[in-house]
DNA sequence: CGTCAAGTTGAAACAGGTCAAATACCGTGG
DNA sequence: CCACGGTATTTGACCTGTTTCAACTTGACG
């Protein structure tokens, strides 16, 4: 019943226990299990099915033949890979464990009938896309415009909320289980500059970073540091609406502030 | 009849007489025009319609609080612009014609209309979609690991592949209808900069590039000096496979080369 | 307690940025 | 057809954020 998934897309709508019942026996099915540093799936193969991560983190990445490697985007537990993947022949980038990861396989024929029978998933999985493509769109604003400073401070931005509305935070503490030659492959910036930038965050009281345990003392400090602006994730949504009116406070985190 | 969008589809899979019709009556529906420069749709804004391309190019932008601005995608004519948007409540970015432009406002309920009784069409709008995230992430790549010179060049391939896939070459020439300032916000450089690496790129033999002209007289040479690689592109497939097999040539240029 | 990966440091080099001015281009109005 | 004004392109000199290289330290784990 527990599932980060069902977590995240209440962000966005409501969900009836069926619904949910339906998500959670999705998370059941064909559930497997990797290394870190294991391929899920590699550039050039045929997708057959969509990815849903349970535990432990992973990432997009490409590599170019020389060998320079970018790390496309993050994928935290409760993501789900790439919805319509099927449509194309093959992979053009690959998917790889950061950290030894659970995830459940979920077949095109089992979507397709969570699809057609179930409009408010399927209406919520639409808005997990957009906001997935939403953040590859952000990401490219971070690498064409921010410093190295911003850019770092903004992916723990995003990364930390992210975490935060499936539920994965401990007040302003989490888990950030990459190393920082990942961070580097991210941010399009070398080892050693991140290792620099980051101790100026630390210098700065922005961060705490010992081992793989991030503190954000002050999130809304490291947001304005990095020229972050929320919008782009798309939290002030339905789900949103209904909590506030029934005064029901969702149960992971939650993305928005104010009002 | 004659429709870019269905030439570009027209790379993926094979459309009925009634299907080109379909999709010809709604490049006819609520035709706009805009200026250069002016908004088709502004960040904030609630996104009502879906805007497809037909004449002019646009782009999507974003501008941090500061002032700097950075060009997210590039939008020819044939380009659909989201197709799913109005899941969400408000656009995370703006969108801008580049030139004067005229584009059709297709509406919610057409589109809802021709997903469900065109499933040749919803398939190939699928493609189309992925096909733009693959873009995206091929963007994130760009500006994370390549060079100026490499990036400004595989910038050029990708708009020049898009416009043959459209049909908007003439031989190994097409228009470049944007200002180095545009280029620099979509690299992430500087005009300055953008400008020396234009010379260096016309100095290689690489590309001729007279005001709006672009000529590539070399096209694998240019690949090959922007370390580009055609698959993310996503054009090896149906529609260029059904070509093959009937012996009979798309009417657009084509994206894939060789076997 | 040894070993291997991850993190840290310093010095030197360079890609690309900044600033500021000059030149070319282009549409418009006289 | 030319002069004008504004935008786009080009150039030069200088500066800096980030990279490179190479070594050293710390930490995790069997």
Not at 118 to 132: F, N, Q
Request: proline residues 3%; hydrophobic residues 40%; charged residues 25%.
């Amino acid at each position: 019943m527990h599932n980060l998934l069902i977590n995240k897309l209440e962000q966005f709508t409501r969900l009836s226990a069926e619904d949910k019942q339906v998500l959670a026996d999705v998370a059941q099915g064909r559930v497997r299990v990797r290394g870190a540093r294991e391929d899920l799936i590699r550039e050039g193969d045929k997708p057959t099915d969509v990815n849903l991560i349970l535990e432990g983190w992973a990432c997009r990445y490409k590599i170019l033949p020389d060998g320079r490697r970018q790390i496309i985007s993050f994928f935290v537990p409760g993501d789900l890979c790439d919805l319509h993947v099927f449509v194309l022949r093959a992979m053009d980038h690959s998917i790889g464990a950061l950290t030894p990861i659970t995830f459940a396989e979920i077949s095109r024929e089992t979507l397709r009938d969570i699809m057609s029978n179930h409009p408010r998933i399927t209406e919520a999985l639409w808005w997990d896309t957009l906001v997935t493509a939403a953040i590859q769109r952000e990401w490219t604003v971070n690498l064409g415009q921010r410093s190295a400073f911003e850019r770092l401070g903004h992916l723990l931005c995003e990364l930390f909320i992210r975490l935060q509305a499936v539920g994965l935070t401990q007040g302003n503490a989490c888990e950030l289980p990459v190393t920082q030659t990942e961070l580097a492959d991210a941010t399009g910036l070398t080892t050693v500059h991140v290792n620099r930038t980051l101790q100026e965050l630390r210098g700065k009281g922005l961060i705490k970073l010992h081992g793989k345990h991030l503190t954000v003392p002050d999130l809304e400090a490291l947001e304005t540091a990095s020229v972050f602006n929320l919008s782009y994730l798309h939290a002030d949504h339905e789900g949103r609406a209904l909590d506030a009116r029934n005064g029901e406070a969702g149960s992971a985190g939650q993305w928005s502030r104010g009002a």
